[in-house]
């Protein structure tokens, strides 16, 4: 399975904008599903965003849904997280992870790569 490496993140006022990249290493995402997920502070792991091995399906949580946009360039090996309009409740460790298949998955149970996660702060 691949590594994974996020990156990206910082300090942010409310209604900025930040682009978070997750890089492979060991193999090629090819033929990955893969997905943004967030932990805030005291929270559980949330689902944040979901995209297939060819980029040609999205999936969004409804938190974020018209904010950010999950894009993949396999030649570069590399996944995207755009987020817009950040708000005080996005701040949180954001984590890329991976899974070979062929489908949208939303679940943390379902992913086996993950990255070591890369802070994003909104301050109002």
């Known amino acids: 399975q691949v590594q994974l490496v996020e990156s990206g993140g910082g300090l942010v006022q409310a209604g900025g904008s930040l682009r978070l990249s997750c890089t492979a290493s060991g193999g090629t995402i090819s033929s990955y599903a893969m997905g943004w997920f967030r932990q805030a502070p005291g929270k559980e792991r949330e689902f944040v965003a979901a995209i297939t091995w060819s980029g040609g399906n999205t999936y969004y949580a409804d938190s974020v849904k018209g904010r950010f946009t999950i894009s993949r360039d396999n030649a570069k090996n590399t996944m995207y997280l755009q987020v817009n309009s950040l708000k005080p409740g996005d701040t949180a460790v954001y984590y890329c992870?991976?899974?070979?298949?062929?489908?949208?998955?939303?679940?943390?149970?379902?992913?086996?790569?993950w990255g070591q996660g890369t802070q994003v702060t909104v301050s109002s």
């Open positions: 992870a991976a899974r070979m298949g062929w489908g949208l998955f939303r679940q943390s149970a379902d992913f086996n790569s």
